[in-house]
């Protein structure tokens, strides 16, 4: 009888640790699965807070950014003053691209006297309502013609998006559509046309750029429009690699970096910065859609008409 009873006490407890471990079992189980619930939920948060570090940390180590008055203007006369006789702003109609550019080209053998600098342009988005529908997915040529424009007018806001953005979008966007036929892949020489024709302001065509030809421009006070094959451009924010084609503004430089408005990629796009060989890589234009094997060309925008 003792015997049974102890073997009862041992098959009891046997049972109740056995009840206990698929209890923590089940408890483990349950933890696990909420905390990836958690994780899960919090991923989009996690992410933006890791975006926005980042972004704090790139744009604290920039150069303060400065209007189109406070350029320094010995910087323009000294740097390009030849180089605006050699190169006349393109024709309205049928724009000429300049010859291909070398080293023996160079106006000046000295690099520019500023060795950072920072154009405040206004960022506007080519999505300004976060909507990458048609038109928008294709309005980056749009968006960097108008921030030139903007600079020029004297416009000192940081961002222009939302109704506003939208508003000057649309404007441009039915300009080219009865200019041209329409509005997609905007070459660079329809580009200087939109700029030229619509906007009102000088720019120019220069083939094959060096690094020096951008950093003289911007340093001059001149934004740069540069044309990309968008799959190499190393942007995080891109989203299915990049676009085939893509078009942003070079707005200042540091001695390794190029500081760009880029509309692609929503208000991140701002003092964006691209290592300079990357950018340079990355220039190539339209060519029917052959983009890699693109022109590598840029437009200068050199102010408003005379």
């Known amino acids: 009888m003792k015997g049974l009873l102890s073997s ?3 098959s009891r407890g046997l049972s109740v640790k056995r009840s206990r471990a698929k209890g923590a079992i089940l408890f483990g189980a349950l933890l696990v699965f909420f905390a990836a619930a958690l994780l899960m939920f919090a991923r989009p948060y996690i992410r933006r807070a890791v975006y926005d570090y980042r972004d704090a940390k790139r744009k604290s180590e920039l150069p303060e950014a400065v209007t189109r008055e406070d350029v320094p203007t010995s910087v323009g006369s000294n740097v390009i003053s030849n180089e605006v006789e050699k190169f006349q702003p393109v024709a309205t109609t049928t724009p000429a691209l300049s010859p291909p550019r070398n080293d023996s080209d160079n106006i000046t053998s000295t690099k520019p006297s500023v060795t950072a600098i920072n154009l405040k342009i206004p960022f506007v988005s080519q999505a300004p309502h976060r909507n990458w529908d048609m038109p928008y997915q294709e309005a980056c040529e749009e968006a960097s013609a108008i921030m030139a424009s903007l600079y020029y007018q004297g416009d000192t806001r940081e961002m222009v998006i939302g109704d506003a953005g939208d508003a000057l979008l649309k404007k441009v966007i039915a300009w080219e559509e009865e200019q041209f036929g329409y509005y997609q892949d905007t070459t660079v020489a329809e580009t200087v046309v939109m700029l030229e024709e619509y906007f009102k302001l000088r720019a120019r065509i220069v083939d094959d750029p060096m ?6 421009a911007v340093a001059a006070g ?4 540069m044309p990309a094959y968008g799959k190499v451009l190393p942007n995080p924010y891109f989203k299915n690699g990049g676009p085939l084609y893509h078009m942003l503004i070079v707005k200042g430089y540091t ?4 500081i760009t408005n880029d509309p692609g990629t929503n208000t991140r796009g701002a003092d964006f910065t691209y290592t300079i060989d990357a950018l340079m890589n990355a220039i190539h234009d339209w060519n029917g859609g052959d983009v890699p094997q693109g022109a590598k060309r840029i437009i200068i925008v050199e102010g408003p008409q005379v």
């Open 222 to 225: 001149h934004p740069v429009i």
């Open 8 to 10: 009862n006490i041992r």
């Open 255 to 258: 001695e390794t970096k190029f």
């Open 211 to 216: 690094v020096k030809d951008i950093k003289e």
